[in-house]
């Protein structure tokens, strides 16, 4: 039994090792200026929490 979790273990990291693939993203700078807005908004705690954004978006569509 454990030769075979040892198995089954060993093919998932191999399955998992096998799909990743590194690639490189290139960002606008409109993209790369709100990345540095969200950072910023992270850094000062100016967060919302999903629940108040839904009941935000359900308002706004109403």
């Keep these: 039994m454990i030769s075979e979790n040892s198995q089954l273990l060993a093919t998932i ?15 606008t700078s409109e993209q ?6 969200s950072e910023s908004d992270i850094e000062n705690n100016r967060l919302i929490l999903e629940e108040d954004l839904e009941k935000q ?4 569509l109403k």
Excluded: G, R
């Excluded at 399955?15 to 690639?23: C, G, M, N």
């Excluded at 790369?32 to 807005?37: A, F, G, N, T, V």
């Excluded at 978006?57 to 706004?60: A, M, R, V």
């Design 13 to 27: 990291e191999k399955i998992l090792t096998s799909t990743e693939v590194e690639e490189k993203v290139n960002l």
């Design 57 to 60: 978006d359900e308002k706004w």
């Design 32 to 37: 790369i200026e709100m990345l540095m807005m």
